[in-house]
């Protein structure tokens, strides 16, 4: 509901309760009152009205044991007025609707009224005249003439004014304090839910105007506000995540452009030297100066690989690189891996053996060439340190209930237990001196972020002189089971 609807209809709600509970507060009070000062008033205004009911009986019935000519004879008026006015009553004398004696002089409307009403409800024993209640009394008279003669007896009633004076007065103020006090509740209704957290996202925004991006917005009050504290918080961290990869990315961007300037130092210094040699004359003969531009050439070939590394790691930690999954048979694939890179061993004089411990066919979601990366980062890396002797290299296949383990072991010197928590690290090397770095120092961090990407793991288990295990773990996917 819209916040002006709910507005409109609480403070509808609350004239209404405020209504309910006076008239409730009304009835309460009278009950209360007449229980405890009323009833005797009440019983003496009683008794008067009775009497002034009886005494005016009384003079209706006397009155009309006389014919017209009696009651209109001046010695008995004497008497009626005297008696009248020992009720405090009034008496009017009419014939032929005209006043031929009265008590106390009345308009002609209300005299109309007096009979009209006496005429048409014979048994009516009250009439309102000129703002005053009075018991009424009619005799009436059919003269010889054929005219028509009226004595009105008029009492008026006394009403406790007092009383209702003092009910109104209650009821006045009940209702006024009772509207007042549910009007504050509705106000604090609407301050919990409307003020109060508007002025916590007012301070949100300016703690988010000052960067301070770190200051969260509570989901609080009303509808409409509770939805704008969640829009405004998923703003603030979206602003966050946005703020987080732009620092990451000048990060990424200055640790590009010193690790550039470092690792791309010894080549360049190469090439530069080997083609100064070549235009100061060093190379004489022509197997010489081919020497030195297949040097110049293959170290051109390492600044550019260098620079791919740079570039691809850079989109990984970012998370700026597609991956496009493929369910893949897990032997097939490093079966293939194993065949790609044999020739290459032996050349080298590497032996490459592929080993499959999986007892069953299975199954992996895969970025195919994302993959052989990683493969190709590690076979690289275990290329460089086997025994120059005897190098061996295994890549090895095997399997838990859920998950595809690849293992590839080389049998080199092995990685300082001290180094080891770190190889997977950028720009690691275990050669802290990297004076003999003919690589980015980033092969095993790409295939960290590859494999992480695949929502895998990687690790690394070596030891002095024992060689060094790179395993991967990938979940396995159901041969039944459809992309």
């Known amino acids: 509901m819209q916040l002006t609807k709910r507005f409109f209809l609480m403070n509808t709600l609350a004239v209404l309760l405020s209504i309910a509970l006076t008239a409730l507060a009304a009835v309460i009070f009278v009950a209360v009152y007449t229980e405890l000062f009323g009833r005797e008033a009440q019983i003496r205004q009683w008794e008067r009205a009775f009497e002034v009911r009886t005494g005016l009986s009384e003079i209706q019935r006397e009155a009309m044991t006389r014919d017209f000519g009696g009651v209109a004879d001046p010695s008995y008026q004497q008497e009626l007025s005297q008696r009248v006015k020992a009720l ?3 008496a009017i004398l009419l014939k032929n609707r005209e006043v031929l004696f009265a008590t106390r002089t009345f308009s002609r409307p209300d ?8 005429a048409v409800s014979p048994h009516e024993d009250t009439v309102e005249l000129d703002g005053t209640t009075y018991l009424i009394a009619r005799a009436s008279y059919e003269l010889p003439s054929g005219e028509d003669g009226v004595l009105l007896l008029l009492a008026p009633l006394k009403l406790n004014t007092s009383f209702y004076l003092l009910l109104g007065s209650f009821v006045v103020g009940f209702f006024v304090l009772t509207f007042l006090l549910l009007n504050a509740w509705v106000s604090y209704r609407f301050s919990r839910g409307i003020i109060l957290p508007v002025t916590r996202l007012r301070n949100a925004a300016v703690h988010i105007s000052r960067g301070d991006l770190d200051f969260g917005i509570a989901e609080e009050g009303d509808d409409e506000v509770r939805e704008l504290c969640r829009t405004l918080e998923l703003m603030r961290i979206k602003l966050k995540e946005s703020v987080y990869l732009q620092q990451k990315y000048d990060e990424n961007r200055n640790f590009l452009v010193s690790s550039i300037s470092h690792d791309l130092k010894t080549p360049v210094t190469s090439i530069k030297g080997y083609i100064e040699g070549i235009i100061d004359g060093v190379a004489r003969t022509p197997e010489k100066r081919a020497e030195y531009l297949e040097t110049a050439r293959s170290k051109a070939v390492l600044v550019n690989t260098m620079i791919d590394d740079l570039l691809l790691y850079s989109k990984l930690d970012l998370q700026q690189l597609p991956y496009h999954f ?5 032997y097939r694939y490093f079966e293939d891996c194993a065949a790609e890179y044999r020739h290459e061993f032996d050349l080298a004089g590497i032996t490459l053996e592929f080993v499959s411990e999986l007892s069953a066919p299975a199954a992996v979601y895969i970025d195919r060439e994302r993959l ?20 061996r290299v ?3 296949l095997r399997e838990t209930r859920t998950s595809a383990i690849i293992e590839i072991r080389d049998n080199g010197p092995g990685i300082p237990e001290g180094d080891l928590p770190h190889i997977f690290d950028r720009f690691y090397r275990v050669d802290a001196s990297r004076k003999n770095a003919d690589g980015s120092g980033l092969g095993l961090a790409i295939a960290k972020q590859i494999v992480e990407g695949h929502g895998g793991t990687i690790w690394a ?11 991967i773990s990938l979940k396995k996917s159901g041969m039944g089971e459809t992309t």
């Open 88 to 90: 405090g009553a009034h």
């Open 111 to 118: 005299v109309e009224k007096s009979l009209l009403l006496t």
């Open 326 to 330: 493929e369910r893949t048979d897990l």
């Open 372 to 391: 052989k990366r990683v493969i190709q980062n590690i076979l690289d890396n275990a290329a460089k340190y086997v025994n120059q002797a005897d190098g």
């Open 394 to 396: 295994e890549l090895r």
């Open 461 to 471: 288990r070596s030891a002095p002189g024992e060689g060094t295990r790179i395993m």
